[in-house]
C-alpha cells in the first residue's frame, strides 16, 4: 500500500491521501496533528501518550518527502518530529472514525472543551 498522490488543501484544512488500491482518505490537520507518530505525542510506551489539546486551528505548514515510505508534516504551532510511514497513514485512514471518537473521549474525560477552529 503506497501512496499515489498526497494533497495539501489548505483552504478547507485536510490533507488528501491516496492509495494505489483505490483507497482515499481525506484527513483533517487537527487529526493528523494529535495522531502524530511522534515520541512527543505517542511516549516510549504503550500508557505513555500525552493528550493533545488546543491543536483546533492547527495548521499542516508543509510535507516533506522522507525516502520512499514517509511524509513529515511541518504544523504551525512548530510540531516536525512525526514521520508518517506509509503503513500509518493507511492505519490512521481505516481507524479514523473509532480515533477521533476516542480522541473526543479523552478530551472530554479531561475535562477540555474543543473550540471551534478560526
Given at each position: 500500500m503506497t501512496p499515489t498522490e498526497i494533497r495539501l488543501r489548505k483552504s478547507s484544512r485536510v490533507l488528501v491521501v491516496?492509495?494505489?488500491d483505490g483507497a482515499s482518505f481525506e484527513f483533517s490537520f487537527e487529526y493528523l496533528r494529535v495522531y502524530s507518530?511522534?515520541?512527543e505525542v505517542k511516549g516510549h510506551g504503550?500508557?505513555?501518550e500525552t493528550l493533545q489539546t488546543g491543536k483546533e486551528g492547527v495548521e499542516i505548514t508543509a510535507v516533506e518527502p522522507v525516502g520512499h515510505y514517509a511524509?513529515?508534516?511541518?504544523f504551525s504551532d512548530g510540531h516536525d518530529?512525526?514521520?508518517y510511514a506509509w503503513a500509518y497513514l493507511r492505519e490512521l485512514g481505516d481507524n479514523m472514525d473509532s480515533n477521533w471518537q476516542s480522541y473526543l473521549d479523552r478530551l472530554q474525560a479531561a475535562g477540555?472543551?474543543?473550540e471551534k477552529p478560526e
Open positions: 491516496s492509495f494505489d507518530p511522534s515520541a504503550p500508557g505513555q511524509v513529515r508534516l511541518l518530529t512525526g514521520l477540555y472543551a474543543r
